[in-house]
């Protein structure tokens, strides 16, 4: 089964935000590149990518045949996605355990274990 983690990064420090990054000790940044490293070279996952920040967003709608554009998300920053990867798992308690070592996890942010569904 194939399973979709989408990383909500929360409040979690990022290199995309240098002032929250720097909260962080250099052992600290090392060991959420190499977590992060790990997550990627472990069989079954197909690497996503990460998204820039909500303020970079722009969301669009189609109302009455019209296109419709907003700048950013309607979430707050803790619903915000971060980034995703795909994982072939056995079972959702494979695709749990994975999820559970994603840095972001255990920073402030959240992983959602989503089925794909393939047609």
Do not use: C
Not at 101 to 118: F, L, N, W, Y
């Amino acid at each position: 089964m194939k399973y979709m983690l989408l990383i909500h990064q929360g409040d979690s420090p990022t290199p995309n935000a240098p002032e929250a990054w720097a909260t962080l000790s250099e052992d600290e940044q090392k060991a959420v590149y190499a977590d992060y490293g790990a997550i990627n070279q472990t069989p079954g996952v197909t690497p996503g990518l990460g998204l820039d920040v909500p303020e970079t967003a722009t969301t669009v709608r189609v109302q009455d045949g019209k296109t419709l554009t907003t700048d950013g998300p309607f979430v707050a920053v803790k619903e915000a996605l971060g980034g995703y990867l795909i994982y072939e798992a056995d079972d959702l308690d494979a695709a749990i355990e994975l999820a559970a070592r994603i840095p972001a996890a255990r920073m402030g942010g959240a992983i959602e274990v989503r089925p794909v569904v393939e047609r």
